[in-house]
């Protein structure tokens, strides 16, 4: 079995590299904003309420996409449905720039949204479909690691593209501001998704699942080789004895939903709670708020995507030793830490005669290296593990359905914290917004100790419902 897993384990990593660009361009799609916030403030004249708006339009779209795509993908499949979603990613990455008014840029940052919600719930998902158990969360886990990458790249090119226009409201190029070009850029690697996801084999349990035997065996036959024919029987013994196909309601329960159901909504809805996205998001405008000029705030934006990256590759390597609960524990003790000490920090800052927030002396360094270490610790831990356990946790039955309300949790969360922070950022101030995360993260502790249960090492085929 080992002489058969190595020599398919080739074709199965580069089935995943595939699945990843949808990660990379959910992280690219979500960080490129980042640095346009002075520039659509600008551009479309709006307040802290309306720029929050415009910030956190695309994450209506992200929900109502998770949620359609977690449905969809279990009647047309998980390719066809990545298919359409690199569509929208490319329209929404165009119309982004191009727009003109507030109306219009929200009307493409959802549809950018729907791809994304789409990617956050099928990449993950589809890993896990094509993953041999030994591989799974290594191999799941490079999601994280393209959502970082994509983060980085996206302020990356943020950071280059303003100094190259000394700002991000001068124009650029072809008489277009430089805050349009931020979008542009993700053009290529949306066009990019759509050719290489042609090139790629439909999951074999939703194949399995629809009754297309002869093409889930020769998917199977080149994942597993000989091991094929068996692999099938034990994912056709894993559906429902009547055989029928997935359904929404094979999910619901005594309490509304099965108890696993719930356990995966809490674990994506305190994947944003703890606030991670406000950094994403937000994180040039909250180091200017702390006193650092837009160009060295971007910088940090930068360093701080490089330090995700590397925290991710940490995790990479450690998923399938240590398990997923275990990561879980430490994410979550180090996050309330951290956030506790960024909490301190901004609620003792002072104020200068402008009521801008300003670090002095040790205090600027301080809530530079708790911030980042926050970071390290979400993406050693709760970023990774989080797509992982949603992709693999959930019984072949209903995985579809369970990751179509989970992701709606998850994208409703996210709203959440992104459309509240501005208005915390005028009334609590960053000392308050930290505070609110940091006890997200000591729940975030209990939930994980109470009712996560270890998958590693797990077929698919024997999770249980």
Not at 65 to 72: D, I, N
Not at 214 to 220: D, I, M, T, Y
Not at 306 to 325: Q, T
Request: glycine share 12%; net charge neutral.
């Amino acid at each position: 079995m080992l002489k058969q897993d190595s020599s398919h384990l080739g074709f199965t990593i580069l089935i995943t590299m595939v699945a990843t660009i949808g990660g990379f361009l959910f992280g690219f799609d979500s960080g490129v904003i980042n640095g346009t916030v002075d520039g659509l403030q600008s551009a479309f004249d709006s307040d802290s309420v309306g720029t929050g708006f415009n910030v956190a339009s695309m994450l209506l779209g992200c929900a109502v996409g998770a949620f359609a795509a977690g449905r969809l993908a279990d009647r047309f499949g998980r390719r066809n449905i990545l298919l359409i979603s690199a569509v929208f990613f490319t329209i929404s990455a165009w119309g982004s720039g191009i727009s003109q008014t507030s109306g219009e840029f929200i009307i493409y940052r959802v549809l950018g949204g729907l791809a994304v919600g789409a990617a956050s719930v099928l990449a993950p998902a589809y890993i896990s479909e094509v993953a041999p158990a030994k591989y799974r969360g290594m191999l799941s886990s490079i999601q994280q690691i393209a959502i970082i990458g994509g983060l980085f790249c996206s302020f990356l090119s943020n950071y280059l593209i303003a100094d190259a226009a000394g700002n991000t409201q001068n124009v650029l190029a072809m008489g277009y501001e430089a805050w349009r070009w931020m979008f542009w850029i993700e053009l290529i690697p949306a066009v990019t998704f759509f050719f290489a996801l042609l090139f790629i084999p439909e999951s074999p349990r939703y194949l399995v699942a629809s009754g297309k035997k002869e093409q889930a065996l020769k998917v199977l036959g080149k994942l597993m080789g000989d091991a094929a024919e068996a692999k099938y029987h034990d994912i056709q013994a894993s559906l429902s004895p009547d055989h029928h196909r997935p359904r929404f309601r094979d999910i619901l329960g005594k309490f509304g939903f099965r108890p696993i159901v719930w356990v995966g909504i809490a674990l994506a809805a305190f994947q944003q709670l703890v606030g991670i996205n406000v950094v994403f998001y937000y994180g040039s405008v909250l180091w200017q708020s702390a006193g650092f000029a837009e160009s060295d705030a971007l910088l940090i934006n930068v360093i701080s995507g490089a330090v995700s990256i590397a925290a991710c590759i940490a995790a990479l390597a450690a998923i399938d030793r240590m398990g997923r609960k275990p990561m879980l524990l430490i994410g979550s003790v180090g996050m309330f830490i951290t956030l506790g000490v960024l909490a301190f920090v901004f609620s003792q800052a002072d104020v200068d005669t402008a009521g801008k927030l300003t670090l002095t002396g040790s205090a600027g360094p301080i809530a530079l290296v708790a911030a980042n270490l926050y970071v390290v610790f979400f993406n050693f831990s709760w970023g990774p593990v989080v797509w992982v356990l949603l992709g693999e946790m959930f019984p072949n039955q209903f995985r579809g359905s369970a990751l179509a309300v989970s992701g709606i949790a998850m994208w409703g969360s996210n709203f959440l914290i992104t459309i509240t922070f501005p208005m915390m950022l005028v009334g609590i101030g960053l000392g308050g917004a930290y505070t609110v995360y940091a006890v997200f993260a000591l729940i975030s502790l209990f939930l994980v100790l109470k009712f996560v249960h270890e998958t590693k090492g797990v077929e698919l085929e024997d999770m249980q419902g």
